[in-house]
């Protein structure tokens, strides 16, 4: 199931960027990953098809992920960004009890 991405760039800090990650089918749960240089891959955000949600500690209270089901589309509402959130971005979902990435966006906060 192909996931198209979309929506990285270049914010300064404490500026907001949207990312979204769009399916060809409609998928179960969905979500982000991200990688910074020399880190470990982290878990960002996860939202279900009823819409529960999960988010790293690290941006609790600043992104928001939703769906629209509709569009088979999640979106990633990055708020407040700090050079720490710098990294390249991975949406991911479900479907048929397998996991498909899309390509990476790469998001740079930096004034």
């Known amino acids: 199931v192909p996931l198209q991405a979309s929506g990285g760039g270049l914010v300064q800090p404490r500026g907001s960027l949207r990312l979204s990650c769009a399916a060809s089918k409609s998928i179960v749960s969905m979500g982000w990953y991200r990688q910074a240089p020399g880190k470990q891959r982290e878990s960002v955000a996860t939202?279900?098809?009823?819409?529960?949600?999960i988010y790293a500690d690290s941006v609790k209270g600043r992104f928001t992920i939703s769906r629209d089901n509709a569009q088979n589309t999640v979106y990633l509402q990055m708020n407040s960004l700090k050079p720490d959130d710098t990294a390249v971005y991975y949406c991911?979902?479900?479907?048929?009890?397998?996991?498909?990435w899309g390509q990476g966006t790469l998001v740079t906060v930096s004034s």
């Open positions: 991911w979902g479900i479907y048929n009890f397998r996991t498909y």
């Open positions: 939202i279900t098809t009823t819409g529960s949600t």
